[in-house]
């Protein structure tokens, strides 16, 4: 670092010439530290330091809103208070200094008192594995700081920076509406069908308000706000007295230098050109996080006035550039509110710009100043600012420059014409003027939280009284380096008439104004071209239709081109949930069936609930850092630790040659712990660092030097099968006669199609600490994983040590989908090798970027499918073979293959079939289980045939699909009756549930009358069956003991990773054992209690476990009888006391095996499943067939799942499951470059579904009396079925893309691959401006990134 000044500028800071205390309160106390570092960031400080576990870490990159705190501070000049939310993980402490923090643990406990927004969320099944609670609950805290009763749009907004995985949204915000004004609940008197929290009634549910609600609002304590946690008074008084001097904090790497006022901030920046400003820190932090920049010097502006300041000219209002988005956002919005129309354009399309522009956390704190240095090619708010030509002032010490803003200014790729010594000090936003017409648009993958595709601004000025052009300036973000105005065109367009030929001449203009290179980051270059086009099209309609609503003489927009010149908006989401009530004569103390909130669910909410890296470091605790390779392929030729040995902090490296037993390891045995001479995939982990932080390992890790030869790798799975790359054996599945099949077949159609693949993006990534106990080689192990005995095995296997000297112990996971099931074992092997080697604890939680990386994710599918079917629509053959990336190690791959072969019919009886599975061995990390395990990409194959089936014959989706769905008692393919058969039952109540003849016919109309927009409707059945297709799986064990006292802790092999399943456990003991669930206690699952588990997967766990619980207790409860008979009328307490005197075993291990399964691939002959969970689902979108974005309308949903075990977290399951399949198919998209590097590593460039991607209308029925004897309590499973339902976004998708392509005149099937994005969506809407647009021939450039 280079030596600073002692005197840093011209004054003196605070404390001479030490560095500064900072100060700042944390839940109402006082922290001073002497010591700050300017790289920590608060999350760090208050889980490392200060203790404070609730808050947590998700990303570390500001995409996942689970490190969510408020901050409050104090505003001198103002007098006022301010609260605002703001991502920890990317706050450093030393912006900290005389600001307040309140985290979840400070606004209430279980113990203390649940603050309402806390007890809310809880008791509205809001929240099930709680990982992302405390940050939504900090969010909604935050909001209702400033507003007590907030609308519901609010609220929406207040969660545009939130992420959850697991519920589907849909709970949460109906815990929240009754803080709003729309939902404040009328204590049942409100309304005429009683309480107002009987949530979006449709008038169509004639059954809805008599069903009974999943939480009680009556319940609810009031929303007090005078009861709030009170500014600290000492805050206020330091904040009014603060000197005015330079802070300045220092760590041995960096100095964070604040400035007093703008004379000092100038000096300063002269004497350090090279300073980083920093305001936001949302731009640098991501830099220092994961580009390993330094910045040994940081100059924050934080209390320089002119930087913070607003004024109002004559010309416009200019903002200083440390004036936050929020602030913009606000002052421009009363502006747009108080000023006439037309000088408000420009305000108008910046706020446009500013409602998609990240969550609200990111804009509390970050800088418009900062958004327009940062100079990105895809910022937001830079077109509009360059299309409006704002003004910007530019200062150093000696002089002042105002500049316009336009192509000048950016000079390359995130650089500005500004000189080193040079600050941005404000900019001002024009008033816009008569005739002049501004629109700003965004595209992105999401629409909520994301970075932009393509964003544009446009202005244009017209001569008074006419439609002559007198100035227009376009202004396109991602189709350069920088942001571009499109000069050629716009010059083109000048003096000529706004009308059709001008339209024509600015697209041919534009594309080839606004080209793009074949292999230019991002990709999609068709799409963004088209883009250009399609956005400009749409401001030329805007713009017609307001100068012919000024009477002058231009084309008329045509009505059904109305729609394409709306803004953006959504309805207020509603939605039902109806489920059966237990009956009236069952006890009250008998839970089963009873809407029972998640046990964890307070304790998630106050961040009291404890997930592995919670647990408070251990002593003498260290920490392990992985080392992974960069190269898919390859020999490894040398490792050189030099550097990282010498690094602060470093303890030891790990290396293959460290580990005591075997490197062999993985489920099928052909995987390393830690690679050997060869590598096989980017990713694969190398070895490890150990330091004494984390921090400090990392930095240490990415020292470390390797060199490698590099090897021919397969990416792709068309790479393998042109190879013939393939793991063995190659699954076949057939029946019927499949030629004879053809033969009868009226027609023959042929299709292909790719699914991609899936990350999981539980909120908590994986974690390990292990634990040496110092004897025997014994070792305790915290793991977030599905799988405990395997972790167990494999730990064994590594260390060379018996299984009985490891305990594996899972409190709860903060998600798994499948992804802890098997891929934890990657970290947990690692870390006990390290834990071993230098007999200490050891801990590793992997980054957000890390843990995608390494882990693996769902198989991407490809498929080629034959079908024959006749005029009715009957499909009588099937040939079909699957492939599936299953990347560089078998893991599950042919489990996963199997179960897409079993669900390769979905629910449609066809008499000849014939699939083949083959597992593609590439060069990717291995893929693996996930939620739905092949069964889904099994039966989008057949949904898309069946829907080319349709769209051959012309006849609708839905009839082909009633005409092939299954009949109670037929076979399927793997020769399994169909029994208890209740498909049909869900299928019709959905149609009459969501109306769908009505809605066909309102999608029809609605169609003919929009050309731009389109919409579609589809409706899916699925038929999910359960049991793991590996026999042995299919066992579980409970070990139950009841104490003195009456309490009962149960254990089981299961683990909780918020599907509720311990909920369930203790509602299926408490029935069993009679008595209240409140006596029944859940710890954790551990290996030593319950050995040999099954993972917790394949949706089977309440089922077996449940089994196995039920089992144990109804042998205590045997041994109870004789007590019990005696003292009839004595209490539970009474009998264990009399059984314990009478020396009776008060503990029992109970034990279940799933009967009658067994099948045999080569005869085709035995049960796979023990029973079918089936359900249907309908949903509508909204197509903008210009952008490719889509709306969900509105999605019913009709589930078996037999006799519920608790509605509430069955619902929760199916709208959770049901979110996730939304992201498969519709959104979620993983970009791999040709090297097989994966591109999207984390939430700012991988995109789950958000809140407001939620159907706006969601109706979910449990279906009824669904007979069934085949799962506890004729209950069924229902983890992973509901997830396939998602796909009837999917096909409504399509629907209305076939009613686009329809205008151009296009009719039958056309390929639409998996997921449908924004970027597939427009080039399947062919029309007009796509033709326009060309993309370069496959195979003549290196593409950005590849489908694998
Ligand atoms: C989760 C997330 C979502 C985001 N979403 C969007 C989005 O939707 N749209 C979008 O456009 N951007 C987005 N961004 C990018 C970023 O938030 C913005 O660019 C933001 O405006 C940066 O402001 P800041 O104050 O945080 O900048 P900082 O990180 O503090 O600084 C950014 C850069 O600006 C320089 N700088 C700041 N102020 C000055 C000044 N006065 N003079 C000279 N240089 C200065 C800094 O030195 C630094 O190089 C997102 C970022 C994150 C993390
Ligand atoms: S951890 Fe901070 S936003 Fe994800
Ligand atoms: S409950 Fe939201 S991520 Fe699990």
């Not at 605790?621 to 490894?636: D, G, M, N």
């Not at 063995?728 to 006669?737: A, C, V």
């Not at 998209?1229 to 939430?1243: K, N």
Request: proline content about 5%.
């Amino acid at each position: 670092m280079k030596e600073l000044d002692p005197n840093m500028g011209d004054r003196k800071n605070c404390g001479g010439s030490s560095p500064d205390d900072l100060v700042f309160f944390v839940n109402g106390k006082k922290v001073v530290e002497k010591n700050a570092d300017p790289e920590m960031t608060l999350l760090t400080y208050l889980r490392r330091k200060l203790g404070l576990p609730g808050t947590k870490l998700g990303c570390a990159e500001g995409g996942c809103g689970a490190c969510t705190v408020m901050l409050s501070k104090y505003e001198p000049e103002a007098q006022k208070l301010l609260h605002y939310a703001v991502n920890a993980c990317l706050a450093p402490i030393c912006s900290l200094h005389l600001v307040s923090v309140t985290t979840v643990e400070g606004i209430g406990s279980v113990a203390r008192q649940l603050h309402p927004v806390q007890e809310r969320i809880a008791k509205a099944h809001g929240s099930q594995c709680g990982f992302c609670t405390p940050g939504i609950v900090m969010s909604m805290y935050a909001l209702l700081r400033n507003n007590p009763t907030p609308k519901m749009a609010e609220v929406e907004e207040a969660f545009q920076g939130n992420l959850c995985r697991c519920t589907g949204y849909r709970p949460i915000l109906e815990a929240y509406k009754t803080f709003t004004v729309e939902g404040g609940c009328c204590g049942g008197k409100g309304r005429e069908n009683g309480c107002c929290m009987t949530n979006g009634k449709v008038e169509e549910e004639a059954d809805a308000d008599s069903a009974p609600r999943l939480f009680n609002p009556a319940d609810f304590a009031p929303l007090d706000p005078t009861q709030e946690v009170i500014f600290p008074p000492e805050l206020t008084s330091l904040s009014k007295n603060q000197k005015t001097c330079l802070l300045h904090f220092r760590s041995d790497r960096a100095a964070w230098l604040q400035p007093a006022n703008l004379d000092e901030f100038l000096n300063l920046k002269w004497k350090h050109p090279d300073a980083r400003v920093v305001v936001g820190n949302t731009e640098v932090g991501i830099e220092v996080k994961f580009k390993n920049m330094l910045y040994p010097v940081i100059l924050a502006p934080a209390f320089i006035p002119e930087l913070h300041r607003v004024t109002h000219t004559q010309d416009g209002i200019v903002f200083g550039a440390a004036c936050t988005l929020t602030q913009v956002g606000e002052v421009l919005k009363e502006a747009a509110e108080s000023l006439p129309s037309y000088m408000t354009q420009v305000f108008v399309a910046v706020l446009e710009q500013l409602r998609w522009f990240a969550g609200q956390q990111i804009r509390n704190v970050a800088a418009i100043g900062g958004n327009i240095m940062t100079a990105s090619p895809i910022s937001d708010l830079n077109p509009v600012f360059m299309a409006a030509s704002c003004k910007l002032t530019l200062m150093d010490k000696d002089s002042t420059r105002v500049v316009q803003m336009d192509d000048a200014f950016f000079v390359g790729y995130r650089r500005t014409m500004l000189r080193p010594q040079e600050i941005l000090l404000s900019i001002e936003i024009p008033y816009s003027r008569k005739q002049q017409f501004v629109s700003a648009f965004k595209q992105s993958p999401r629409r909520e939280d994301d970075i932009s595709i393509v964003t544009a601004a446009m202005s244009v000025t017209f001569t008074p009284g006419t439609c002559v052009v007198e100035d227009l300036r376009l202004s396109y973000g991602g189709m350069a380096p920088t942001t571009v105005l499109a000069k050629n065109t716009a010059n083109k367009l000048l003096g000529r008439c706004w009308g059709e030929n001008l339209l024509e001449e600015a697209c041919s203009s534009l594309v080839e104004e606004l080209t793009l290179e074949p292999s230019v980051p991002g990709g999609m270059v068709k799409y963004r071209q088209t883009l250009t086009l399609s956005l400009f099209y749409k401001f030329y309609l805007r713009v017609l239709q307001e100068l012919g609503g000024q009477g002058l003489n231009v084309e008329e927009v045509r009505s059904d081109f109305q729609s394409a010149t709306e803004i953006y908006h959504q309805e207020e989401p509603s939605s039902v949930q109806i489920y059966q009530e237990v009956p009236q004569a069952q006890h009250a103390d008998d839970v089963v069936g009873r809407p029972m909130m998640h046990l964890s669910a307070l304790k998630q909410a106050t961040g009291e609930a404890v997930y592995c890296d919670d647990i408070p470091l251990f002593e003498n605790e260290v920490y392990l850092a992985l080392i992974t390779s960069s190269k898919p392929h390859a020999r490894i030729l040398s490792i050189d630790s030099s550097v990282a040995e010498s690094s602060p902090g470093f303890i030891c490296c790990v290396f293959a040659g460290d580990i005591p037993g075997s490197n062999t390891t993985g489920i099928g045995h052909d995987e390393t712990v830690l690679a050997d001479r060869q590598v096989t995939c980017v990713g694969h982990i190398i070895g490890a660092v150990v330091a004494d932080t984390q921090l400090h390992a990392q930095r240490a890790a990415k020292a470390i030097r390797i060199q490698y030869e590099e090897l021919q790798p397969i990416i792709t799975i068309q790479e393998a099968i042109a190879a013939k790359s393939f793991y063995q054996p190659i699954r076949t599945l057939k029946k019927g006669d499949l030629e004879a099949g053809f033969k009868q077949a009226d027609h023959i159609l042929e299709g292909e199609m790719h699914i991609g693949g899936q990350e999981h993006f539980y909120l908590e990534t994986n974690v390990t600490v292990a634990v040496p106990r110092g004897e025997d080689h014994e070792m305790e192990l915290f793991v977030s994983t599905q799988a405990p005995s395997e972790t167990q095995s494999l730990v064994a296997m590594a260390l060379g040590i018996p299984a009985n000297r490891l305990v594996v112990r899972v409190k709860r996971m903060g998600g798994g989908f499948g992804g802890k099931e098997s891929r934890t074992t990657l970290l947990s092997t690692v870390v006990s090798v390290a834990a071993h080697k230098l007999g200490r604890p050891v801990r590793c939680m992997l980054d957000r970027d890390e843990d995608m990386l390494i882990t693996g994710g769902r198989h991407p599918f490809y498929a080629k499918y034959k079908v024959g079917f006749l005029n009715s629509g009957k499909v009588v053959a099937l040939d079909v073979s699957y492939y599936s990336n299953a990347g560089n190690s078998r893991d599950l791959s042919l489990s996963v293959m199997e179960r897409a072969l079993f669900h390769m019919e979905n629910s449609y009886g066809i008499p000849n079939v014939y699939g083949r599975g083959f597992l593609c061995r590439t060069n990717l990390p291995s893929n693996t289980a996930f939620r739905g395990f092949g069964g889904p990409q099994g039966m989008m194959f057949a949904e898309n045939w069946i829907t080319d089936v349709a769209q051959s014959l012309g006849r609708p989706a839905d009839e082909v699909r009633r005409i092939n769905l299954y009949q109670q008692g037929e076979l399927t393919p793997y020769n399994q009756v169909l029994e208890q058969y209740t498909l049909d039952l869900c299928w019709d109540e959905c149609l009459s549930r969501s109306q769908y003849q009505q809605r066909r016919s309102a999608v029809e109309l609605y169609n003919r009358q929009n050309r731009w927009t389109k919409r579609g409707l589809a409706i899916v059945p699925t038929k999910f069956g359960i049991s793991f297709t590996a026999l042995f799986l299919n066992q579980a064990g409970a070990l139950v003991h009841i104490y003195k006292d009456g309490s009962v802790l149960v254990t089981h092999g299961g683990t909780e990773m918020g599907q509720g399943l311990h909920t369930k456990m203790v509602q299926v003991a408490s029935r069993v054992l009679g008595i209240a669930s409140s006596k029944i206690h859940i710890s954790e699952t551990s290996t030593q209690t319950v050995p040999n588990t099954s993972p917790t997967a394949a949706s089977a766990s309440s089922d077996l476990n449940g089994a196995a619980v039920k089992n144990a207790c109804q042998l205590l409860i045997e041994r109870l009888e004789p007590y019990k008979s005696k003292n009839p009328k004595g209490l539970w307490e009474d009998w264990v006391t009399a059984a314990y005197f009478d020396r009776v075993n008060l503990s029992a291990n109970g034990f279940y095996k799933t009967p009658d399964l067994g099948y045999n691939f080569e005869t085709n002959t035995g049960r796979v499943f023990n029973y079918f969970s089936y359900g249907v689902a309908c949903s509508e979108v909204e197509v903008d067939c210009l952008t490719g974005a889509h709306k969900n309308l509105s999605t019913t949903i009709v589930m078996d799942v037999g006799v519920s075990l608790n509605p509430a977290i069955d619902i929760g399951q199916v709208e959770g499951a049901f979110m996730q399949g939304v992201g498969l198919f519709t959104l979620e998209e993983l970009h791999y470059s040709p090297e097989g590097v994966l591109l999207s590593r984390g939430p700012g460039s991988y995109k789950i579904p958000a809140f407001g991607d939620i159907p706006r209308k969601l109706t979910v029925s449990l279906l009824r009396d669904g007979a069934h004897d085949k799962a506890i309590f004729a209950s069924k499973a229902v983890g992973e079925p509901p997830l396939f339902l998602a796909s009837s976004v999917f096909f409504a998708i399509k629907d209305a893309i076939c009613a686009a392509r329809a205008e151009s005149g296009i009719t039958g099937p056309f390929r639409l691959d998996s997921p449908a994005s924004v970027e597939r969506i427009r080039n399947a809407c062919n029309d007009r401006f796509t033709k326009l647009c060309h993309a370069a021939d496959p195979g003549t450039f290196r593409p950005w990134s590849v489908q694998v």
